[in-house]
């Protein structure tokens, strides 16, 4: 994926270096910043990956000549309906094509971008017309294909061969015949790669607090076609200070759209109950920065006039410099992918006493018999259905804690599959299982802990670390309480914050998870027994109980993934090759 601008930690790159992170004293400032992001529209980390289609083998439908084919690309909705997103142009008299005509596409890594590929034989005499124009009803079917672009981008040569399929699938082997085989190759597009680092300051910035000096920040904001202003990139805060130095920023030219593009930088006061006060603008764009940098002159902010009035923009004496300008091309997300880097999923679910009895429909692990999933089971529908296509063998760690196994005393960490030998189970359904069997299996106990679960997924990323493996480990823990082990949990959390992994926790059920917005150091740095601090961010939390109906329970988390990731090969300084 491009890189982001400056992350939510402060002032240096997304996938820079994190030194910074523990310095960083003003990290619940910068955190606090998310929310005006967030509300006037920013999205987070995006590539735009470029698809080429071939085909070979095609069914011949033509009595004097070969098929005409093209393919019409659709994104397919999790209702099973079709959105057409464009077509090729029509290769004449041909069974083995190779079609021009390329789709950009955007690609999510937290969403599951489900593509059908129809391949259809267009009538000699629809030659002429415009592809966009032609009616698929009046062309002949050669074939159907079907992928999710993760995937695409998960192979080595980002290339995935696929049967053509006629006749319905679902319909059993007798119905579905093979037509062929469509090729699809993505390739991520070069301004996705490439990026501007920045480094700024002002001067002379006018107060805006009463008995002290303003605590500023920027945010940097595109212009969209539609006349929308986004913001895409923030500094970090810096207390008390009318002459600010911010610490680097990083953009990639497709965050921007081009190095012309008009930009807004606007330089606020934080304040702490969210509304900040704007000190003052300017706008440029990346061609003017870079000019403003190479002739060593600034630019003064202005405020905008009132509405209604007829006079112009205000002038002040502030200004704004850029003391570095920087192009080059950084690696991205989908580079480590196509070097082979794997996402293991991990889960390890509560099953404290405070869930409620499982066998009464008022509990938290209830099984529905009409099969409509609890919160439980649908946040790990939701993370397995994303990244299951990260993981190439689909084997998961999947544990229980706070519940007393037969027999036995209170685990708080225990194989969720029964075994003592193992923790791994087979594929998300596998997780499903052993999860509903362990509901039978075991006495709902307590308390709540966490320790134990981060211990052992942390030890499965050491070992994987020193076995040089390409792996990055994803642990969801799904809790209903309040944990009574928040400092072991922290001190497990900073030593795992120098592994390859991250933690997404998900709370359901009415319960305070003050707690776990203090494992998700948004206001303040974890900090171990020993005064270690965490060297990064690993942990995102989500309470289900906000999650609006209908939307993805871990989307939002999952959103957030990749720039760990980034952050994390940047801190160990490993590069693809």
């Known amino acids: ?22 310095a960083n004293q003003n990290n619940g400032h910068n955190q606090a910043l998310d929310a005006l992001l967030k509300s006037r529209g920013y999205q987070g980390l995006y590539s735009h990956v470029e698809l080429s289609l071939s085909a070979t083998g095609l069914r011949d439908r033509d009595v004097l000549s070969k098929s005409d084919p093209m393919v019409v690309i659709y994104s397919k909705g999790r209702d099973g309906s079709l959105q057409e997103l464009g077509r090729t142009e029509v290769v004449p008299n041909s069974l083995n094509p190779k079609w021009i005509t390329k789709y950009t596409i955007a690609y999510h890594f937290e969403t599951v971008q489900n593509l059908v590929f129809h391949v259809c034989d267009v009538d000699t005499q629809f030659h002429n017309q415009d592809v966009k124009m032609l009616k698929l009803e009046e062309q002949d079917f050669l074939g159907e294909a079907s992928c999710t672009l993760s995937e695409i981008v998960t192979k080595s040569n980002g290339s995935l061969t696929l049967d053509l399929i006629r006749g319905e699938q679902s319909s ?5 015949q093979k037509s062929g085989k469509l090729t699809v190759c993505a390739e991520e597009s070069v301004a996705s790669k490439t990026t501007v680092e920045l480094k700024l300051r002002c001067s002379e910035l006018v107060s805006k607090d009463l008995f002290s000096k303003s605590d500023p920040f920027l945010v940097i904001s595109k212009h969209t076609e539609s006349g929308m202003v986004v913001p895409i990139c923030k500094t970090e805060v810096i207390k008390d200070d009318h002459s600010p130095k911010w610490k680097p920023i990083t953009m990639n030219i497709q965050q921007v759209g081009s190095k012309d593009s008009p930009l807004t930088i606007e330089c606020y006061d934080f304040n702490s109950n969210g509304k900040h006060d704007l000190i003052g603008k300017v706008q440029k764009s990346l061609a003017d920065l870079e000019v403003l940098h190479s002739t060593g002159s600034s630019a003064n902010l202005f405020t905008s006039a009132a509405v209604g009035q007829n006079s112009q923009n205000k002038v002040l004496k502030s ?17 480590y992918l196509a070097w082979g880097y794997e996402l293991n999923f991990m889960v390890a679910i509560d099953f404290t006493a405070s869930n409620g009895n499982p066998r009464l429909p008022d509990s938290l692990h209830y099984i529905d018999p009409s099969g409509r999933p609890n919160d439980y089971q649908r946040a790990i529908l939701d993370a397995g259905e994303v990244l299951q296509f990260y993981d190439k063998d689909r084997r998961y760690p999947a544990w229980g804690f706070g519940a007393r196994p037969i027999d036995g005393p209170v685990s708080h960490c225990f194989n969720l599959n ?8 087979e594929g998300i ?13 075991v006495s709902l106990a307590g308390p709540t802990i966490f320790g134990p679960v981060v211990t052992s997924a942390a030890d499965i990323a ?3 670390l020193m076995k040089r493996e390409r792996k990055y480990f994803i642990l969801l823990i799904i809790t209903d309480g309040v944990i009574t082990d928040l400092q072991e949990t922290m001190d497990a959390l900073v030593h795992a914050a120098d592994l390859p ?18 494992l998700d150091a948004d206001k303040q740095i974890l900090e171990s027994t020993r005064g270690r601090v965490a060297v990064r961010d690993i942990v995102q939390f989500v309470p289900f109980r906000d999650v609006q109906s209908g939307d993805s329970v871990l989307q939002a988390l999952l959103a957030e993934l990749p720039s760990q990731f980034l952050e994390y090969m940047r801190l160990r300084r490993i590069q693809p090759t």
Do not use: R, W
């Open 319 to 335: 200004q704004l410099f850029v003391d570095s300008f920087f192009e080059k091309m950084q690696h991205t997300f989908l580079d």
């Open 1 to 22: 994926m491009g890189n982001c601008c400056s992350n939510e930690n402060g002032g240096h790159s997304a996938v820079g270096s994190n030194s910074a992170y523990a």
């Open 418 to 425: 029964g075994s003592s030998d193992y923790c791994e189970v």
């Open 501 to 518: 992994l991250s933690v997404l926790i998900v709370g359901v059920g009415g319960a305070d998870f003050k707690e776990m917005e203090i």
């Open 172 to 176: 059993g082997p007798k119905h579905a």
């Open 462 to 464: 050491n070992q994987s």
């Open 429 to 441: 359904q596998g997780i499903m299982t052993a999860y509903m069997s362990a509901l039978f299996n």
